[in-house]
């Protein structure tokens, strides 16, 4: 990293305006319904026993306008935090995840929020003190938000490559890309997809940070070449005519994890059943999305002024696996689509946060040394889903393991959550010093 000492990269990233540099580094038919594994169970009618009620109701948790907010959203909409006694919860938007973080540190009591909407790795960087100027805000991550439903987008100006998941023939000729925020997933994803075809992120080509509801104006205005965001943002750059989808993340990494639904320990340390509570209307919500009957309805209610305000033109396809790539490619009724309850989408598998870690160590984030193991265990609360999960009924969701076993990706590379040294050792482009 040569213009910005790290933790002045670290301290600041996410907060990019259209054109600002903050550093270098770092169709309309329906899918198909759900199969015998993926049935939704119906939801019961809470009934709040008085010796299981919440400490407090109140709650205030952060989202960013990402399509994997839906949960959040619609949990908040459809009276679900009501329904299990969080009846003041306040949803609210932030403007990038430099703000999430900065919320989090100073938490409700300070003015800022109890909880959010969070890249899974942002709790462990935030634990660790590594985005926050050292100060360590202890972490927990209650559940996974969503699989899948992540885009790698490309300026017009590559539209003849056709590239998609091999992107040796950008070498040489992609010079910015953008991600938003270091060590997030958006980073992770951007810089395996590069490094897999020997496009060496910082050495080959600038990594900056741009907050995700400003990608499309910086990709018009020829700020970068390309970038890695959420939906909705990945079709709007389609829809917009301004940039083309190279691949949706669910290509990378069939149903990987993406969001998480995290909290300040000492909020649910000090409140064990309003953390029950949450984590039922959140769970309960994400069935909501899942079912294809709502889809159309969730779509409206997101995209509404005080949430994205965005059409719901921009999010409605890729949300039922219709994907218009914007340079001739698509994919019908893909079960790449966003997932949010079925095939343990919710459950925050260690496995998958050891991953992150692993990857982290690899850009340099974390020392080599780290004890990842210890961490996940401090910052993955996958036990109080558990609990919640068996509160309203939902034992059958519950997997057998807390890891979800060997991953493998696009490129042929796997991951055994059982030796993450043998993994990281077998990777031919990695720079341990950020």
């Known amino acids: 990293m040569s213009s910005f000492s790290r933790r002045k990269f670290l301290a600041t990233a996410g907060v990019t305006t259209l054109g600002t540099l903050l550093a270098r580094g770092c169709g309309s038919s329906e ?27 109140k709650a205030k948790l952060g989202f960013i306008a990402l399509t994997d907010a839906a949960p959040l959203v619609i949990a908040k909409e459809k009276g679900l935090f009501d329904k299990y006694g969080m009846t003041e919860v306040e949803v609210t938007k932030q403007a990038s995840w430099a703000v999430t973080r900065d919320n989090l540190v100073l938490g409700s009591d300070g003015g800022g929020i109890d909880g959010a909407h969070i890249l899974s790795p942002m709790p462990y960087l935030i634990s660790e003190g590594i985005v926050t100027n050292g100060k360590k805000v202890p972490m927990y991550i209650l559940a996974r938000l969503n699989l899948n439903g992540q885009g790698i987008s490309l300026s017009n100006a590559f539209k003849d490559k056709n590239v998609t998941l091999d992107s040796a023939p950008l070498k040489g000729a992609l010079k910015k890309v953008a991600v938003t925020f270091p060590g997030g997933t958006h980073d992770m994803w951007m810089r395996y997809w590069l490094s897999a075809s020997g496009i060496e992120p910082v050495k080959d080509v600038d990594v900056i940070v741009v907050p995700p509801p400003q990608m499309v104006a910086n990709v018009k205005a020829g700020a970068m070449d390309a970038f890695c965001v959420g939906e909705p943002w990945p079709l709007q750059t389609v829809n917009q005519d301004v940039g083309y989808t190279a691949i949706t993340t669910g290509e990378f990494w069939k149903d990987h994890p993406e969001k998480a639904f995290a909290m300040r320990g000492d909020w649910v340390d000090k409140n064990p059943k309003a953390t029950k509570a949450l984590l039922m209307a959140v769970q309960e919500a994400q069935q909501w999305c899942d079912n294809p009957s709502n889809y159309e309805e969730m779509c409206q209610i997101v995209g509404r002024d005080e949430w994205f305000k965005v059409p719901v033109t921009d999010i409605l396809d890729r949300t039922k696996g219709n994907f218009d790539m914007g340079n001739g490619r698509k994919l019908e009724n893909s079960d790449l689509r966003q997932i949010y309850w079925n095939r343990n989408a919710s459950y925050p598998f260690k496995s998958h946060d050891l991953w992150f ?10 020392p080599a040394d780290t004890d990842t193991k210890k961490l996940v265990d401090a910052v993955n609360r996958e036990d109080l889903w558990r609990e919640a999960a068996k509160a309203w009924g939902q034992e059958a969701a519950i997997p057998a393991s807390t890891s979800r076993g060997v991953e493998t990706f696009f490129d042929g590379v796997k991951f055994d959550p059982e030796n993450p040294k043998a993994y990281l050792d077998g990777l031919k482009i990695k720079s341990l010093k950020a």
Do not use: F, K, Q
């Open 31 to 57: 899918p198909p319904a759900p199969s015998a594994t993926e049935t939704l169970a119906p939801a019961p009618t809470a009934n709040v026993n008085p010796a299981d009620a919440p400490e407090t109701p």
């Open 357 to 366: 870690l692993t990857e982290n160590i690899r850009w340099g984030y974390y």
